[in-house]
């Protein structure tokens, strides 16, 4: 990985213990229903996309890994649970979370796997009805919400989230 040229993206799990800087543009983003990736991610379905693997550098602490299968390593912060990447072992390439990306907007699905095992109710998710947060947070609940996640951004090293400044976590 050439540490000269500048990221392209960065990204790092909920509570920023862990985080990582692509050096090229993420490739065969993807959707997987599987049911190892539902459980990996707790959720219908794990968003990745790739790089080779001297495109991504550790800039802060590295993940804990899990090898779900004899094939595949999935790399996770072992403070927050934030599911990172998915790697197929023996290969030349890292797939990070979508979700763990500063700006998941840029990345985009070209294709869904693992389509035998899409959860029912998948496919009508879209037309449930929707609401903003603040829709259902009553002010009781709004004080106590301020968030300990780390911003979508790289801060500098023992960033610790508002209000927990002199705790561990």
């Known amino acids: 990985m050439n540490e000269t040229k500048p990221a392209l993206l960065t ?4 509570c920023g213990a862990v985080r990582y800087a692509l050096y090229a543009e993420p490739t065969g983003a993807s959707i997987c229903h599987c049911r190892m990736c539902q459980k ?7 968003p990745l ?4 693997l001297d495109e991504i550098a550790w800039t802060r602490g590295a993940p804990a890994t899990f090898r779900s299968s004899e094939a595949v390593e999935r790399g ?3 403070d927050c649970g934030t599911p990172l990447t998915y790697r197929i072992l023996g ?3 890292i797939s990070v979370s979508i979700g763990s990306l ?12 693992g389509i035998e095992s899409v959860l029912p109710d998948f496919a009508c998710l879209y037309a449930l009805p929707a609401e903003t947060t603040d829709a259902w947070v009553t002010p009781d609940l709004a004080g106590r919400l301020a968030s ?3 911003p979508d951004h790289d801060t500098p090293k ?3 989230p508002p209000g927990l400044e002199g705790r561990s976590k």
Not at 102 to 113: A, F, G
């Open 11 to 14: 990204g790092g799990c909920q």
């Open 40 to 46: 990996a991610f707790g959720n219908y379905f794990a």
């Open 49 to 52: 996309a790739g790089v080779k």
């Open 76 to 78: 996770f912060c072992r």
């Open 91 to 93: 290969r030349n390439r």
């Open 102 to 113: 500063d700006q998941p907007d840029r990345v985009h699905p070209e294709k869904q796997h």
């Open 148 to 150: 300990r996640q780390h």
């Open 158 to 160: 023992g960033w610790t």
